[in-house]
């Protein structure tokens, strides 16, 4: 239980936090949230643009916070959990902490507030720790819950099954997908405040009118945006692919085992 996961092993890293995740690169909500092996968490499409500076196949990229080394290949899928006010009450069991009538910032979070302490127990040869009124119910002798297991929120592991990876990559795919549209959308309304003045320019029949032009600079940063956006898309697809060919072909197996039996 105290012995580190193999990283090559992992297949999402679930953290809880009580402010919104930021990717540090685009300041924004993480899009189909990377982790790397040194724990800073990036946009998918964040990490392969810095990845591509300076950088050539096969070799490793630098982390821009702790400038850690690590390769693309090995950078996990990562999602959060916010503690906020209003989701206190239902994660007080992990968090440790009182629910709160009215949100306070982070480090007055505590000030004049009860801290309620749970005993925990777990056996010598398990990762998980319940608390003891739990411990006889499910505790005893569990090595790894699967992932979405009640008791799983006690464990730092648990298992994740090709199902649970599918659906993490299609929850990345969609939120790929929505960033897609909301740069189309934004950028189309960004080019049309960000433009030059209106320039006058004849019809031909010799009356003025006015065309308004985008503006360069702005066609630009989203046409690169998107570029890695799609990039990130593709990977995610990919690796969609393989799981449901191999899902396929596993059930294909199984088909052919119970009419051999038959």
Same mark, same amino acid.
């Given at each position: 239980p105290d012995i580190a996961a193999d990283w090559?092993? !992992?297949i999402e890293v679930r953290y809880f936090t009580r402010t919104p995740p930021e990717c540090p690169i685009c300041l924004c909500e993480p899009t189909a949230a990377k982790i790397a092996k040194c724990g800073h968490i990036y946009c998918f499409p964040c990490l392969l643009h810095h990845a591509s500076f300076g950088n050539t196949a096969g070799r490793a990229a630098i982390c821009p916070l702790c400038h850690d080394m690590f390769m693309m290949s090995e950078v996990k899928s990562a999602s959060s959990c916010c503690l906020s006010s209003s989701s206190t009450e239902q994660k007080s069991s992990v968090s440790g902490v009182s629910p709160s009538s009215s949100p306070t910032p982070q480090s007055e979070e505590l000030i004049g507030q009860t801290? #309620?302490?749970t005993?925990? +127990?777990?056996t010598q040869d398990s990762t998980v720790a319940l608390p003891a009124t739990l411990f006889e119910v499910g505790g005893s002798g569990r090595i790894l819950p699967k992932r979405g297991e009640s008791f799983s929120r006690f464990s730092h592991f648990s298992i994740a099954g090709e199902r649970d990876q599918i659906n993490i990559l299609e929850r990345e795919r969609g939120e790929l997908l929505k960033a897609i #549209?909301? !740069?189309k959308s934004y950028s189309l309304a960004e080019a049309v405040i960000e433009a030059p003045s209106s320039a006058p320019v004849t019809d031909g029949s010799g009356d003025m009118t006015t065309m308004t032009m985008a503006s360069p600079s702005a066609s630009?940063?989203?046409a690169e945006e998107l570029l890695w956006i799609n990039q990130a898309l593709e990977q995610v697809d990919s690796q969609l692919t393989k799981l449901h !060919? +191999? +899902?396929d072909h596993q059930q294909q197996q199984q088909q052919q085992q119970s009419q051999s039996q038959h």
């Open positions: 090559s092993d !992992v801290i #309620e302490m005993l925990m +127990k777990r #549209e909301d !740069v630009t940063a989203q !060919v +191999k +899902k």
